[in-house]
Structure formats: C-alpha cells, structure tokens
C-alpha cells in the first residue's frame, strides 16, 4: 500500500473583510465586517484530486486565493509542499498553478503572447517554453487561435486558454477555482478529462465547486465547507458510504446553518 504524503496543509485559516454599506444593504446586515474563512484546515496529499466543495458565498474562493498568495490570511498559515504562504510567498507561486474565472487574460494580447509572456517570468528556457507550448495548444486546440486577440475568443476558448497559460512552468500542485463554471458540456470533458490526466502524472490537483458530479467524479476526498467552515472532510468513500454526496451535503448543510432546504 502507498504511503500518502502530505504536500498542502492549511492550518487555521481566517478571512475577514469589510462590508460597504452597499454591501451591507445587499446582504440585509448591521454587520461591518464578515467571516469569510473562519478557522479553515486540511490537507491534500501528492498525486491525489482534492475537492472543495460549497455552495456560492461558502469561502471557497477566499480560500484558494490564500493558498496561492493572492490575499493574505488573518490568521493561521498553510504550507505548500513545504514553503508558508505567509512567509515564503514567492516559493509558494513557484511550485502551484492558479486558475480562477475572477482572473481574466488581457483582452489586448493573444494566447501566444501570453504563454511567452508567463514562461519567462517563470525563467523558463526557449527550447522548453517552445515544446510545452506545441503540446498544449494542440491539446486544447488552442494552437488554430494562437494568434487570436483574447477579446475575439469565445468563453470555452478563454478557459482552455488560461488553464493552458496557468501551467506554463509544468507544476506538481495546481489550483483550480470552479474550473468548469460557464462551461459548455464538451469544454468541461476537455478540462475534467485533464484534470485526471493531471492526477495521472502524479500532481496534486486541489478543485473548488459546487457541482456534487463532478466531485464524485474526480476527487479522492473532498472537504465540505459551509459560512467558512469546514463541516466534512474525508475520502470519497467514507463521505457516500451510506448516502449520496448530494444528500450527505444537505443533512450538513441544515444542521451547520438550521432549518430545512
């Protein structure tokens, strides 16, 4: 049996932000401030699919941005393989792959410019940024719209290019935030099917969703995480031993937040 190592563990993660008033309007609140993460752990071991998984507003995004150095944590601290996304910021961006729709590509310039433009600042050499281009792009098909303004590409054609551009510097741990979010069902195989692929290779794949298909589909374990929470985390199999992962959710759901669905 393979020993699992450890290669992201968060530790007690917290996230507050401050409400406008437009905001608090919005949210029928006197609140000023909210919990977006609210002392957060777990862990995600090499080689493995990981899932987040919560409904809209939950703190999954919040999340990840912390795990990839995007916006720094209250309190607590998480290592990637190793490096503190609280002190070694820089070591973190080298070794993950970071893919979120809140992130857009710049309209202005093409998947080609851009795949050189993020290979360099990963220094990575002509030769090898050449060949992982050839294969990425003809993987994904991005290679017939290379030369294509971002602004000109239609929605599919954006994920695929900015998955391609998000693992530029081939990393052993990749991010990804809803990476089917908007899809049509054909991209979705193309990305769910990389994902696996990806998990074939050997990396570390942490997802965040609320699509309960498409973590029983790809994950190995999954952590439920509800108003910032984290309620449930655990193997797939252990999570639907005795219920769909849909129905495990709800039954969580309404004993965390209270009432019916």
């Known amino acids: 049996m393979r020993?699992?190592?450890?290669?992201?563990?968060?530790?007690?993660?917290?996230?507050?932000?401050?409400?406008s008033a437009k905001q608090q309007k919005l949210k029928k609140t006197k609140e000023k401030v909210i919990k977006a993460v609210d002392d957060l752990s777990f862990e995600a071991y090499e080689g493995e699919i990981f899932g987040l998984l919560g409904p809209n507003g939950a703190g999954k995004t919040t999340t990840l941005r912390m795990l990839a150095t995007l916006i720094k944590a209250d309190e607590g601290d998480a290592f990637v393989d190793g490096s503190s996304i609280r002190t070694q910021p820089d070591a973190v961006r080298a070794k993950i792959g970071f893919l979120t729709s809140e992130l857009k590509l710049e309209d202005f310039f093409t998947p080609n410019y851009l795949f050189d433009f993020f290979a360099n600042l990963h220094h990575i050499d002509p030769e090898t940024s050449g060949r992982r281009k050839r294969e990425l792009f003809a993987k994904f098909g991005v290679d017939e719209f290379a030369e294509v303004k971002v602004s000109n590409l239609s929605t599919g054609m954006k994920q695929k290019a900015s998955?391609?551009?998000?693992?530029?510097?081939?990393?052993?741990?990749?991010?990804?935030?809803?990476?089917?979010?908007?899809?049509d069902v054909l991209t979705a195989k193309v990305v769910t099917d990389f994902l696996l692929e990806l998990k074939a290779q050997g990396k570390t794949v942490i997802v965040s969703t609320h699509i309960f298909s498409l973590v029983e589909k790809i994950c190995d374990r999954a952590g439920i995480i509800i108003d910032g929470k984290m309620v449930a985390c655990d193997t797939l199999i252990n999570l639907t031993s005795a219920k769909p992962l849909e129905d495990v959710f709800f039954d969580l759901y309404a004993s965390t937040v209270g009432g019916s669905i």
């Open 3 to 19: 020993i699992m190592s450890v290669i992201l563990k968060a530790e007690g993660l917290k996230k507050t932000f401050r409400l």
């Open 163 to 183: 998955l391609v551009i998000s693992i530029v510097h081939d990393p052993n741990i990749i991010i990804f935030d809803e990476p089917t979010n908007g899809l």
